[in-house]
């Protein structure tokens, strides 16, 4: 039984492994530190507490994406962003430059390979098998998630609130129909309400511009996603793992393991090897000879202090591509999609312009005291993760490219990583996350 890991404070830096330590042949090396590498290191580690089990992560534990997402479970979340109905709306979000997709100019030729396969992804066929693979694996997070979080003792976080999608015309509401049908077809509850009064039942305080709005009662959020994303740290290290901050440059197979090359020189030996490094994923795979077509959404939010509205529950903004969440005991505003790399300085213009939004949308909402912030979800062209082992060597397993939907699918990704790597089916046809679908 492993010792319970004291609370560890949102900034406070883990504990790092001594060199003696880096230099053994580990069992396991996770390459990245957010939530769903960590939530895959949790698990190897409770189907296998004596793993030798090492983690790396260029910035260190839940510094990226898994930081300042919007903290929510979005199990009814199934339907790829490639599909007809969002292609339509990509010319009109287009023309307005801090709107709800933007892709920087100089990013265009760029860009120009994944947007063609994005496009590809849209047809009908696509969609719907897509849509079918994305419901079987939030399924699959719907049941794991609660393991996951009680392993941690932080089922006291999760609030199952549901979320409210808002409307400002019946127009808006009616072409949203198809959509709410397709996840009725896979067993995703919910309920529409037209009005002030009934709209008023799930959120008080809402414009009078929104006139219906459709309740998902199976959705969820995490009290917290940077303090979550800690605590699966935490749980890790007293139960053996290590944290190891470095960049990795790349993977070198060899007769008795992977070789992990490090940006400083180092060079670290594994009998198996799990990419799960986000956003820089592809870098890493690229190292192997595969090209996956990761691209970068980056995202904007800015999180208000307590007191700044009594937010019930998660709000969706679907024609403008944003979402209000209640976290940390305040307000997070954000979302919305920005085209333009790992490179490129933020833009928090975009930040504010979501902001102004929330508050024409909620008069209430206090916007003074905000922190902003920018990540990257890491997405592929079909809005499906890539899970499964490398091309020319089975010892190397990836775990990435979940796009919006990164902490929903984390403890379905690391319970199915975890059945791979001790050769069990994982009860789930990997088959549409095949990381070599795009050759």
């Avoid at 390979?113 to 098998?129: E, G, H, I, K």
């Avoid at 979302?335 to 209430?364: C, I, N, T, W």
Wanted: hydrophobic share 45%.
């Amino acid at each position: 039984m492993s010792p319970a890991p004291q609370e560890v404070p949102a900034d406070a830096p883990l504990p790092a492994p001594g060199a003696e330590q880096i230099a053994a042949i580990h069992d396991v090396i996770v390459i990245g530190a957010g939530v769903i590498g960590l939530a895959i290191a949790l698990r190897l580690l409770i189907a296998e507490p004596a793993r030798h089990l090492l983690v790396i992560d260029r910035e260190g534990a839940a510094a990226g994406a898994s930081r300042g997402n919007a903290g929510a479970y979005a199990f009814s979340d199934i339907q790829p962003l490639a599909s007809p109905g969002i292609l339509r709306q990509v010319p009109r979000w287009l023309l307005d430059p801090l709107g709800p997709l933007a892709l920087r100019p100089t990013y265009l030729l760029r860009i120009a390979p994944w947007l063609w396969r994005f496009w590809r992804a849209s047809r009908p066929a696509r969609v719907a098998a897509a849509t079918a693979a994305q419901a079987a694996l939030n399924a699959l997070s719907a049941a794991a998630t609660p393991r996951l979080l009680a392993a941690i003792d932080a089922l006291p976080m999760l609030h199952e609130d549901g979320n409210l999608h808002l409307y400002e015309s019946e127009a808006e509401w009616r072409a949203s129909l198809p959509g709410w049908q397709l996840r009725a077809e896979h067993g995703i509850a919910f309920e529409h309400a037209h009005g002030p009064q009934a709209l008023a039942k799930w959120q008080p305080g809402l414009s009078p511009a929104f006139v219906a709005a459709t309740f998902v009662p199976g959705w969820a959020t995490i009290e917290d996603p940077h303090r979550l994303v800690r605590r699966i740290a935490a749980h890790c290290l007293a139960r053996g793992a290590m944290l190891h901050r470095a960049s990795v440059q790349a993977l070198v197979p060899g007769a008795e393991g992977v070789t992990v090359r490090l940006a400083d020189g180092q060079a670290l030996k594994a009998r198996c090897v799990v990419v799960a490094a986000g956003a820089w994923s592809h870098q890493v795979a690229r190292t192997l000879g595969e090209r996956i077509p990761l691209e970068t959404e980056r995202g904007y939010n800015t999180t208000l202090p307590p007191g700044a509205f009594d937010l019930r529950r998660q709000l969706t903004f679907p024609s403008h591509g944003f979402v209000v969440t209640p976290v940390a005991g305040g307000v997070r505003v954000g979302g919305a999609v920005e085209l333009a790399g790992l490179q490129a300085p933020p833009d928090y213009r975009r930040s504010d312009a979501l902001l102004a939004k929330a508050q024409r949308f909620l008069p209430g909402l206090d916007t003074a005291g905000g922190t902003p912030w920018m990540g990257f979800r890491p997405s592929l062209p079909d809005s499906l993760p890539a899970i499964g082992r490398a091309r020319d060597d089975a010892r190397v397993i990836y775990a990435f490219g979940h796009g919006h939907l990164g902490l929903t699918q984390s403890a379905a990704t690391a319970e199915i990583v975890e059945a791979l790597l001790a050769g069990r089916d994982p009860g789930l046809d990997l088959r549409p996350f095949s990381p070599q679908r795009f050759a």
